[in-house]
């Protein structure tokens, strides 16, 4: 069975501290591994999509990086809007649906 | 990025009464949608994956005739709720997929039913 986990599941930083999320996953074949970004009330919203090992991407202060059992999302020199629940999911190869980790709340503290 | 679109953002309702929830791609075709259902501080939960144009797959223990979905075209989906009672009350998000297999995701649906 596919599955994804996630940690921390809490972080808290004072602003500019920089630091990593964690996602470990195990899946029958990987089509692709996605992060996202969900503030409370809201869909989430896409961030990266990841699709072989070794593969990195970066948006503004995020950078998310691949390898064969686990993606990391690192954070550089953070501020109080990057608080939010990062989600990581992942998509199985011959597979439609996305697997979702439980998430980390990031706060990001001034 | 994409835009998926989803509607009504917040809706209460009568115990009972059915609720419609749209979900549309509004630039881009979307042969897959999936609709999740969010408790408070939990990640998403999958309710059922629906195909353009076929019945939607629904996960193991979701209701079908509670949670009626049509895929109608290749830019809406839609999530009926019939017979709303409290216990369905909670934030309901929609996602389309694109070619390319990314997914983007709606606003999110506040049901609340009283």
């Known amino acids: 069975e596919d599955q994804v986990t996630q940690s921390p599941e809490a972080l808290r930083l004072q602003e500019g501290e920089s630091s990593s999320l964690n996602c470990s996953y195990t899946v029958s074949g990987l089509r692709g591994l996605f992060w996202y970004r969900q503030d409370p009330g809201k869909g989430p919203e896409f961030l990266f999509t990841l699709y072989s090992a070794g593969e990195e991407k970066e948006k503004e202060r995020l950078k998310a990086t691949l390898t064969k059992k686990e993606s990391f999302l690192h954070i550089t020199a953070p501020k109080p809007e990057d608080s939010a629940t990062y989600l990581c999911a992942v998509q199985a190869a011959g597979a439609q649906k996305l697997v979702f980790g439980q998430g980390t709340r990031l706060t990001i503290n001034p | 990025g994409a835009v998926v679109s989803q509607h009504p953002s917040r809706v209460i309702c009568k115990s009972g009464t059915s609720v419609k929830i749209e979900c549309r791609s509004l630039d881009f075709q979307a042969t897959t949608m999936f609709w999740y259902r969010q408790f408070p501080k939990q990640s998403l939960m999958l309710m059922a994956t629906?195909?353009?144009?076929?019945?939607?797959?629904?996960e193991q223990g979701v209701e079908k005739d509670k949670f009626l979905i049509n895929h109608a075209s290749l830019t809406l989906s839609t999530l009926t709720v019939t017979s709303a009672h409290p216990e369905d009350s909670s934030f309901y998000i929609c996602s389309a997929m694109t070619m390319n297999t990314e997914a983007f995701f709606g606003q999110g649906t506040r049901l609340t039913v009283v």
């Open positions: 629906s195909n353009e144009g076929s019945k939607a797959t629904y």
